[in-house]
């Protein structure tokens, strides 16, 4: 595609249920990576893939996140249980390379509201 | 590990004015530096980067910014905004060995307001 697709761009759930959130990256990029932004926290960082592997997970807030990506290209968070303080944007940006020369390109996010 | 600082949390500006957005970072070495924007329900926008070089870069929209390594600085500016500069700006920086594993560090972020 043009850029980083994201998928839904709003979500709305209620406390206790699970969510998946879909990236699709800009094609050819092999690194892939998640942030959440949210207004106590401001964006921070959740996790990286180069290729299909994750090489530190130490970002991801609490064990009810996971992230996983297949095929070198989707990407798929995975939020269980949701808290009301998981409510914030969740932002995945790619780049061609995963290095820090590489340029990241970010999706419009996807909106998550826990009730 | 790194850190960015942008002091403004709001800045208004008058259509037409300069601006200048602060950015402070701490890190061990020279990072590479970014500036994205942010407009309201969108993504993040690359302005520019500082990877190496000239300390002053060009960037998109008629933004510029300078490294200045010995303030640990890496202001935006712009000569003469327009109506549609206002947006949320956030500086960000990436680890110069490879920010891959890392991710970006971005700064809290300043919202630019522009007055008629």
């Known amino acids: 595609g043009a850029g980083v697709s994201q998928s839904p761009s709003n979500k709305v759930t209620e406390k206790g249920k699970d969510v998946e959130l879909r990236c699709d990256p800009i094609s050819g990029h092999t690194a892939l990576y998640w942030y959440r932004q949210s207004l106590g926290q401001g964006l921070e960082f959740l996790i990286y893939f180069q290729g299909n592997s994750a090489p530190d997970k130490s970002g991801l807030p609490s064990d009810r996140f996971s992230a996983e990506r297949t095929g070198g290209s989707v990407s798929t968070l995975t939020i269980q249980r949701t808290q009301q303080e998981d409510s914030a944007v969740y932002l995945c940006?790619?780049?061609?390379?995963?290095?820090?020369?590489?340029?990241?390109?970010f999706g419009a996010g996807t909106r998550l509201s826990v009730l | 590990a790194q850190s960015v600082t942008q002091p403004d949390i709001h800045i208004t500006v008058s259509e037409g004015a300069s601006l200048e957005l602060r950015c402070n970072y701490s890190y061990g070495a020279t990072p590479y530096l970014f500036w994205y924007v942010q407009s309201p329900g969108q993504g993040l926008q690359l302005l520019l980067k500082y990877f190496s070089g000239d300390t002053l870069v060009q960037g998109i929209k008629g933004f510029e910014a300078e490294f200045k390594r010995s303030q640990s600085s890496f202001n935006l500016r712009k000569p003469s905004v327009h109506w549609s500069d206002a947006a949320e700006y956030f500086c960000a920086v990436a680890p110069y060995s490879g920010g891959g594993a890392d991710g970006l560090t971005f700064g809290k972020g300043t919202h630019l307001i522009i007055q008629p």
């Open positions: 940006a790619s780049s061609s390379k995963g290095t820090g020369l590489n340029i990241q390109y």
